[in-house]
């Protein structure tokens, strides 16, 4: 069956630090894989699309890379700050309009 | 910027009653996408819209469930009878076109006693 899987435990870093979170996929074909960030209580919401042709993606602070050998996509973020301190979620199309979410890594910024 | 807006924000039902869940997607996003988020896990699809039709459903969206898009701004999720297993937060969500990233409203929460 499909699967995507993120890191269940939070991760917890020092502002300033890199923080570099991890996404797994088995039983997909992607030709995109997005990035999402959800604050509690809130809908997630859109950071970064990237295609299976592009191997790296950078916008601001954020870099993803998608290595469909691998079946891995890492989402960094340079220079952390305590605002960044969220749920980011990994998502993949599972079928023909159904975008399927990993459970999310919690990160925890420490001033 | 245009946003997704859902209401209520929060809904208490009891038992067996019937919900209606309302969402405004982005004006000019032609998918819709009704999402559910169980408190602590993750979010969870339940069931894509599009060109006035079901495009796919998750097995979570059973005979209970249904959606509609009753004019041209609004898209609601309807659950016939719930159950206590349906306490949840419901989000929204529209896209511009298909396999584009998702816009989603700030959800419903939904409590069942």
């Known amino acids: 069956s499909q699967k995507i899987e993120q890191n269940s435990e939070a991760l917890n870093i020092q502002e300033g630090k890199t923080a570099t979170l991890t996404c797994n996929y088995t039983?997909?074909?992607?030709?995109?894989l997005q990035w999402y960030r959800q604050d509690p209580g809130r809908g997630p919401v859109f950071l970064l699309l990237?295609?299976?042709?592009?191997k790296e993606k950078r916008k601001e602070r954020l870099k993803v890379t998608f290595d469909t050998t691998l079946k891995q996509s890492l989402f960094h973020i340079t220079a952390s700050q305590p605002a960044d301190s969220a749920t980011y979620l990994c998502a993949l199309w599972g079928g023909y309009n159904k975008l399927i979410f990993g459970a999310g890594t919690r990160l925890a910024v420490h001033p | 910027e245009p946003e997704v807006t859902q209401t209520p924000s929060h809904q208490v039902t009891q038992m067996g009653q019937e919900v209606i869940l309302r969402c405004v997607p982005i004006?000019?996003?032609?998918?819709f996408y009704w999402y559910r988020q169980i408190l602590g896990q993750k979010v969870e699809f339940l069931v894509s819209f599009y060109n006035n039709e079901i495009s796919e459903k998750s097995e979570i969206f059973d005979d209970q469930f249904s959606v509609e898009r009753p004019d041209g701004s609004n898209f609601t999720l309807k659950i016939r009878s719930t159950k206590l297993e349906d306490s949840a937060m419901y989000f929204c969500?529209?896209?511009?076109?298909?396999?584009?990233?998702?816009?989603f409203g700030n959800g419903t929460r939904l409590t069942v006693t």
């Open positions: 990237i295609r299976e042709n592009e």
């Open positions: 969500a529209s896209s511009e076109v298909g396999n584009s990233p998702l816009h």
């Open positions: 039983n997909y074909s992607p030709a995109y």
């Open positions: 004006s000019n996003h032609l998918y």
